[in-house]
Each structure stands twice: as structure tokens, then as C-alpha cells.
């Protein structure tokens, strides 16, 4: 059983930024995909960010330039630096991993970016 527990989030103004960190509770941490995604209310869950195995970094339009992916595979976590924030990136931000068809995902961080 995979466990993912995201923190960093808060209470930050436009402009500001953030870091968040998933630490992951796995063996082998190196073999897991991980991504970032969101959810604001009332509105579907999107992707942010993935990170490969490879560390190959890919990022949703919404977020490239402003937003950095990050592993730590020592650590075993991933991280999202987030910058530049708009209020409109307010939202629950959940870490996931993926490998072999499975996909777990961790309890969410709240982001709120004020005006």
C-alpha cells in the first residue's frame, strides 16, 4: 500500500509562492511516476505536473513558466514549486503515483491565492 502525504499549502497573495512536498511511503519510490493535480470547487480535477522516472517534467499550459516539479528520490518525494501565484490556481492540490497500471493518490493540500 502506497501512502502519499502532501503539505506547503496556505494562505498566499498574488504573486507569492509556494512550495509543495508529497512524501511517499513506498519501496522503490524511483519506479513511480508522480503528477500534481487540482481541484477548485465546483469544477473538475485537472493535471499540473508530472514528473518521470526518468525525471522528464511535463506541464498543463495553465501552469508552464510559473511552476517547477521536482523528486527527491532519497527522500522519497516529490515537490511543486509554484510562483508567480494567481488566484485563480486557489484550489485542493493532490500528489499521485503511478506504476504497473496503479495509481494512489494522497489527501490534498489547500493553495489559496488572494487578490
Known amino acids: 500500500q502506497v501512502q502519499l502525504v502532501e503539505s506547503g499549502g496556505g494562505l498566499v497573495q498574488a504573486g507569492g509562492s509556494l512550495r509543495l512536498s508529497c512524501a511517499a511511503s513506498?519501496?522503490?519510490?524511483?519506479?513511480?511516476?508522480m503528477a500534481w493535480y487540482r481541484q477548485a470547487p465546483g469544477k473538475q480535477r485537472e493535471w499540473v505536473a508530472t514528473?518521470?522516472?526518468?525525471?522528464?517534467?511535463a506541464y498543463a499550459d495553465s501552469v508552464r513558466g510559473r511552476f517547477t516539479i521536482s523528486r527527491d528520490n532519497a527522500k522519497n518525494t516529490v515537490y511543486l514549486q509554484m510562483n508567480s501565484l494567481k488566484p485563480e490556481d486557489t484550489a485542493l492540490y493532490y500528489c499521485?503515483?503511478?506504476?504497473?497500471?496503479?495509481?494512489?493518490w494522497g489527501q490534498g493540500t489547500q493553495v489559496t491565492v488572494s487578490s
Open positions: 499521485t503515483a503511478l506504476t504497473s497500471g496503479y495509481q494512489y
Open positions: 513506498v519501496n522503490s519510490f524511483n519506479a513511480y511516476t
Open positions: 514528473i518521470t522516472t526518468m525525471n522528464s517534467a
